[in-house]
């Protein structure tokens, strides 16, 4: 099924130039495992493939006429580039897993504000998953969408987008749960839900959240990277991973939550900070939601 235009000419521009740069991405995996020798903003290892796809997409989501700014997770400042929507990227979610071939993956928020914003700011959000099948899934909207991604590497625009479920949404029955974090540093409520859960449901955890949000998305289930005894935001970006992850999982017919209602509704102060995030089908939520409570 070939893809309609979306309802936005500009939301639909960012995902073409983010489904044009996904084969190159991908093709330039295998040579980039290694560290890049330089440390994100958030003071964490970058990986020479990090690096590289920031690269690409600045470029890429840059161009876009209508897009106003760039800003990435490898970035300490934003990028300005006109006027229009702000786009926040992860360029490699999981990138971690290139030394272990897992899944990796690239996150997009289109933000209809300057960042950092609310996740009410948002008009559409999307990834790209880098499994057997390079896929994409945008929400915006006309609703949430898969895709299957295919092109060459030389990043001049041949991308395909082919729609392969064009009304994805949460099954009603969950089926899978993935939590990051070690247990040893869980908050003892949140170690009491995931006791409960992993009764109920299989383990998938695949160490990159993106791989991680699909399995929930395609079987139904919770995914979350929690509050930390330590952390208490957590480890997951706000602008560039929670905020995109829980639109998403939201216009899919499930519910987000940073413990303390949905992360869409978690005040925005700096473009780097961090939230916990919590998605899946609603009724898991609201029990999440009940014993953090407690």
């Known amino acids: 099924m070939v893809r ?3 309802a936005n000419p500009v939301v639909d521009a960012v995902f073409d130039a983010v489904a044009n740069t996904a084969p190159a991405v991908r093709e330039a995996l295998p040579g980039r495992r290694v560290e890049s020798g330089t440390e994100n903003p958030s003071g964490e290892t970058v990986m020479a493939a990090d690096v590289y ?14 897009v106003g700014s760039y800003a990435s997770e490898e970035r300490r400042e934003t990028v300005d580039a006109g006027e229009g929507y702000a786009v926040a990227v992860d360029p490699l979610d999981g990138s971690s897993n290139l030394r272990s071939n897992n899944a990796m993956g690239t996150v997009v928020g289109v933000y209809d504000s ?11 959000a999307g990834y790209v998953l880098y499994g057997p099948i390079t896929t994409m899934v945008v929400a915006d909207a006309t609703g949430v969408r898969e895709e299957v991604v295919e092109g060459d590497s030389d990043g001049d625009g041949g991308a395909s987008r082919t729609v392969v479920d064009d009304d994805l949404s949460v099954p009603d029955e969950p089926t899978v749960y993935g939590f990051g974090g070690r247990v040893p540093d869980w908050t003892d409520d949140f170690l009491a839900y995931a006791r409960e859960v992993e009764s109920e449901l299989k383990l998938r955890y695949g160490g990159a959240m993106v791989g991680d949000v699909n399995q929930v998305l395609t079987y139904g289930g919770v995914f979350a990277y929690p509050a930390l005894v330590d952390a208490p935001a957590g480890k997951l970006r706000h602008q560039f991973e929670a ?4 639109f998403i999982v939201e216009r899919a017919g499930g519910a987000s939550s940073t413990g303390d209602g949905s992360v869409l509704d978690a005040e ?13 089908n609603e009724s898991l939520i609201d029990r999440l939601e009940d014993a953090l409570d407690e």
């Open 114 to 124: 300057p960042l950092p914003a609310s996740g009410r700011d948002l008009v559409a």
């Open 243 to 246: 905020n995109p992850i829980a």
């Open 268 to 280: 925005a102060s700096t473009l780097h900070q961090r939230a916990p995030l919590y998605v899946g």
């Open 4 to 6: 309609d235009a979306s």
């Open 53 to 66: 796809a920031d690269e690409l997409l600045a470029e890429a989501v840059s161009a876009v006429d209508g």
